[in-house]
């Protein structure tokens, strides 16, 4: 039998993604890549197919005749792709169980207690894969993920975990050290402010800019402070006294209770998203699946 010619993978999942929403935008925040870098991708399949697939319009996108007669087609066969991969990684890792997360949750939420679960399942070899990207199942060897969105992930199921809101925090220490009380957003202008780098890219969208003109803080200039590629890092110079950062409900209730953070202000606004646990269709009715589920509810019903 002569060998298979079949395109690169890569360029049909940009061609899929950006079809089935018909706007190389949205495929490309499905796919957690650039609009330029679906569009190129694309480009490179028309190329290969030496077809046109869609018509590029100055309003958006349309899909061609040869575009919608191959999509259907392609969504049908990444799909059988995703469901025998997915079939024969059970088998292969029945015992290891695999969690794909930010690395802000990873640090802030699920380390400090995933002891527990260690404890209770020690017949399951738990490894927690982080990353800023969402993970792609069909792709990244991981069993269940936490992500942060609004709730639709096309494909997947998914269980809504932990409401999220971004406020200004900080240590204690901070304040007692700072000769001008912080009483107001305006006071900020007083205080070092640390910024997360990171935030844009996982979805959070809320920054010192968003939060100061909410509170009408325009005094305080926003670019101010030293920036950081993680939450995590930004919580750590917040609890040892460096500066004031943002903060995620979400995630630093317990330091909040412990009184090892502070937050000065009544003003939340409302992330980009909330935090959800994400898996294949038919992925719960594993048991290592299952046991990480029921766990995981109980952490946040007590967080």
């Known amino acids: 039998m002569s060998p298979r010619r079949?395109?690169?993978?890569?360029?049909?999942?940009?061609?899929?993604?950006?079809?089935?929403?018909?706007?190389?935008?949205?495929?490309?925040?499905?796919?957690?890549?650039?609009?330029?870098?679906?569009?190129?991708?694309?480009?490179?399949?028309?190329?290969?197919?030496?077809?046109?697939?869609?018509?590029?319009?100055?309003?958006?996108?349309?899909?061609?005749?040869?575009?919608?007669?191959?999509?259907?087609?392609?969504?049908?066969?990444?799909?059988?792709?995703?469901?025998?991969?997915?079939?024969?990684?059970?088998?292969?890792?029945?015992s290891i169980l695999s969690v794909?997360?930010?690395?802000?949750?990873?640090?802030l939420f699920l380390a400090p207690r995933l002891w527990r679960f260690a404890s209770e399942h020690p017949e399951l070899d738990v490894r927690i894969a982080t990353q800023m990207r969402p993970v792609a199942?069909?792709?990244?060897?991981?069993d269940v993920a936490v992500r942060y969105g609004r709730g639709d992930f096309p494909g997947l199921s998914s269980e809504f975990l932990l409401r999220d809101g971004v406020t200004p925090i900080c240590s204690p220490r901070l304040l007692e050290a700072n000769e001008h009380p912080l009483r107001s957003p305006e006071d900020l202008r007083y205080y070092t402010l640390l910024h997360n780098e990171s935030a844009v890219l996982a979805g959070f969208r809320v920054t010192w800019k968003d939060w100061l003109d909410a509170a009408g803080a325009h005094q305080v200039d926003c670019r101010r402070g030293p920036r950081f590629s993680d939450v995590h890092l930004v919580m750590q110079?917040?609890?040892?006294?460096?500066?004031?950062?943002?903060g995620h409900m979400a995630l630093i209730g317990e330091e909040l209770r412990a009184g090892r953070l502070v937050a000065p202000f009544d003003l939340v606004l409302a992330g980009g998203g909330d935090y959800h646990v994400v898996y294949p269709p038919g992925a719960e009715e594993q048991p290592k699946v299952a046991?990480?589920?029921k766990w995981l509810r109980a952490q946040v019903s007590e967080s």
């Open 6 to 94: 079949l395109p690169p993978l890569n360029a049909v999942r940009a061609f899929e993604a950006a079809g089935r929403h018909e706007s190389f935008s949205r495929g490309a925040e499905e796919l957690f890549v650039t609009p330029a870098a679906v569009s190129q991708q694309v480009r490179a399949l028309e190329h290969w197919l030496g077809v046109q697939l869609f018509e590029r319009k100055a309003r958006g996108l349309a899909l061609t005749p040869a575009g919608r007669s191959y999509l259907p087609r392609v969504s049908e066969v990444l799909d059988r792709l995703a469901d025998a991969t997915q079939s024969v990684r059970r088998l292969g890792h029945s």
């Open 100 to 107: 794909g997360v930010t690395p802000g949750f990873a640090s």
């Open 137 to 142: 199942f069909d792709e990244d060897t991981v």
């Open 237 to 246: 110079e917040a609890l040892a006294g460096h500066g004031v950062g943002l």
């Open 291 to 293: 046991a990480f589920l």
